[in-house]
């Protein structure tokens, strides 16, 4: 054997034993296509699921296949769990501003601890903030700018963003009153959804004709599943839109949907919590290819990479990324972690497998973390009763041992308890608009304190007359509402009572303006996350009982066949049906993941036929036969040039 046979051997060895290494490629090697990443709803779910250190793993791969990745976040992201309430949301703008997100914006629940702690973070989000219908409502001024252009080569984008005009109900802003008693603030449809439609019109028109972008991407923090507004209605009276980035209804759909020219549209929303990542490549021919990842590839570098354990799945996630948020979250570990009392039940709001807000058993009826909480708000108010939102509660109790962390999740808001005196009329018309929605799911619906309970019938159609932002106006015929009872006898509609509020509900919150019209007797009690800590520690002594380990019958609807909500299934969701429709696909590996097999084999293939012309003649090895991936959900959807 020769010696120059013997090193090609070697040769031939090396390259297919080598350890792979960070892929270093060189610019020119890079893909001109334009890759699009995006989220909504993280809810400070920063390792749930995917996780944002998951998030950044699958940004910096993108970075090794395309020249231009541009990262994009369509709100909700400083609220919903402890690490963003605790922190006002600084801590959740930290990390992604470390992550780099290139455009944001805002969700509703970012207004959920004040617009002067909203405008900090604004400066403080290297990304700012985005919004084209949050304004003054007199002379329609834009708090935020309309939208923002990022440059990508040689190709512009603009992106656009809009809020569900439910914010105004939805958040302290319906609290904020000018001189003459009205809304400070507007989301354009005050004077009807026409002003909405004409200025986003406006600004697309803007973007297209005066700044020469090449594409506009909507981004909607409003929906599909709600009652008032929705996403697909907004597109509808919409023309040279390219593509919407949706949120706000923690669903996941890959789909499209008509602009007014009937033309289809993409539009995508990846739930909550990082159940998913949405993708939109720009290819340099002009066409869009739209998918979503439900689940991070293992790089082919696996330094600065780890394995983890999340929602019963091994995730891969960027090591620098994880350990910078364990740093961050370490700064309030003392306080999150300390344990206040335990739980042999679990308390719980959603069904394990569900995650969209339609599933949330205190928004459509009566709830065993909602009892706790209405509980708690009226002891520590020393009140008749008391009425809390069922939007009010946001996770559930497990069993065990419950930490701090476990009451601020589930309580985030930190909302102050208030009295009010109310005529037991007011009181009725309350819970009247409080289930007007049913059996949609609103975050209004009434939980209430042990010693009052109510029946209403959904099968008479809600006569609840509201105005455009979803506030109360009055009741014009036949009510749901019968039987309210306290202390097991009729309430009296002329009677006044003291009654505990949070003042975000006492202050027309959820829409309840009702409320508004009445002094406040007691105020600067304690918060309705602090009343519940202090009713678990020292009412219940630490435990909570099994009264509360399900539904007690305070909420009827006089077609219920069983008090004890709390154990059904799917086929009790909050709109009814039994399935939510999720527009998800499979269509085996994209183009990159076979390119990515198809190279490699072929180098192999062409070194193994010289090895085996050296050696005997032999006939060249066969092609191996590549399996398509099941697990990941890679469709592809094509939509046309632009």
Avoid at 225 to 240: F, G, I, Q
Wanted: glycine share 8%; with cysteine; hydrophobic share 35%.
């Amino acid at each position: 054997m020769s010696i120059k046979f013997i090193y090609l051997i070697i040769l031939i060895e090396a390259f297919l034993s080598a350890p792979k290494k960070k892929n270093l490629r060189k610019a020119a090697d890079l893909s001109d296509d334009i890759a699009i990443i995006h989220l909504n709803d993280v809810h400070c779910g920063i390792t749930d699921t995917i996780g944002y250190d998951g998030f950044a793993l699958y940004r910096r791969e993108l970075k090794q296949k395309y020249k231009h990745v541009i990262a994009v976040d369509v709100g909700d992201h400083i609220q919903g769990g402890s690490l963003g309430a605790i922190s006002d949301g600084s801590a959740i703008i930290k990390i992604m501003n470390k992550i780099g997100f290139d455009v944001t914006l805002i969700g509703n629940h970012e207004f959920d601890y004040g617009l002067e702690n909203l405008n900090g973070l604004a400066k403080n989000n290297t990304s700012g903030y985005i919004c084209s219908n949050f304004c003054y409502r007199k002379n329609k001024t834009q708090i935020f700018e309309p939208y923002k252009i990022v440059k990508a080569g040689n190709k512009s984008i603009g992106f656009l963003g809009v809020l569900t005009p439910l914010t105004l109900t939805k958040t302290y802003l319906s609290t904020v009153r000018d001189s003459d008693g009205e809304h400070t603030y507007d989301f354009l449809v005050s004077n009807g959804t026409e002003e909405l439609y004409n200025t986003v019109q406006k600004y697309i028109d803007e973007l297209k004709d005066d700044k020469k972008v090449d594409y506009v991407i909507l981004l909607t923090h409003i929906g599909m599943d709600v009652e008032e507004y929705t996403s697909n209605d907004l597109l509808s009276k919409l023309t040279r839109v390219d593509a919407v980035f949706d949120g706000h209804t923690h669903m996941e759909y890959n789909t499209t949907a008509k602009d007014k020219e009937n033309k289809d549209v993409h539009i995508t929303q990846t739930g909550t919590k990082l159940q998913s990542i949405g993708q939109l490549i720009i290819k340099s021919d002009g066409s869009l290819l739209a998918e979503t990842i439900d689940e991070v590839p293992e790089p082919d570098n696996l330094s600065d990479v780890k394995n983890v354990t999340r929602s019963n799945t091994q995730r891969w996630v960027d090591k620098n990324m994880s350990d910078f948020m364990e740093e961050v979250n370490g700064e309030y570990s003392d306080i999150l972690n300390t344990v206040i009392g335990k739980s042999d039940y679990d308390l719980i709001i959603i069904p394990e497998n569900q995650t969209s807000s339609r599933y949330i058993y205190c928004r459509v009826r009566e709830c065993t973390v909602g009892n706790l909480a209405a509980d708690a708000v009226a002891l520590s108010s020393e009140s008749d009763f008391s009425i809390v939102n069922g939007g009010g509660v946001r996770n559930s109790i497990k069993k065990g041992n419950i930490t701090q962390g476990d009451i601020i999740n589930a309580f985030p808001w930190f909302n102050n308890v208030v009295v009010k005196e109310l005529p037991g009329q007011v009181i009725i018309d309350a819970l009247e608009f409080g289930v007007r929605s049913y059996p949609t799911a609103s975050a209004a619906f009434p939980q209430v304190s042990s010693n009052l309970s109510y029946t209403f019938n959904p099968d008479i159609n809600s006569t609840v007359v509201t105005d455009s932002s979803g506030t109360f106006v009055n009741i014009t015929g036949e009510r749901r509402i019968t039987n309210v009872k306290l202390n097991g006898e009729p309430i009296d509609p002329k009677k006044t009572y003291s009654v505990a509020l949070i003042d975000f509900l006492a202050n027309g919150g959820d829409g309840y303006e009702m409320f508004t019209k009445y002094e406040t007797s007691k105020e600067g009690l304690a918060t309705d996350t602090e009343s519940v800590t202090d009713y678990i520690r020292y009412q219940l002594n630490g435990t909570i009982p099994e009264s509360y380990s399900k539904t007690q019958g305070r909420i009827t609807a006089s077609n219920e066949t069983s008090t004890n909500t709390d154990e059904a299934t799917d086929t009790n969701s909050e709109d009814g049906n039994s399935t939510t429709p999720t527009y998800r696909h499979s269509d085996g590996l994209s183009t990159g993941a076979i390119v990515a097999i198809i190279i490699p084999c072929v180098v192999v293939l062409c070194l193994a036929a010289i090895l085996a012309l050296m050696l005997s003649k032999r006939a060249p090895a066969a092609a191996p036969h590549v399996q398509p991936s099941e697990s990941q959900n890679n469709f592809v959807a094509p939509i046309g040039k632009v």
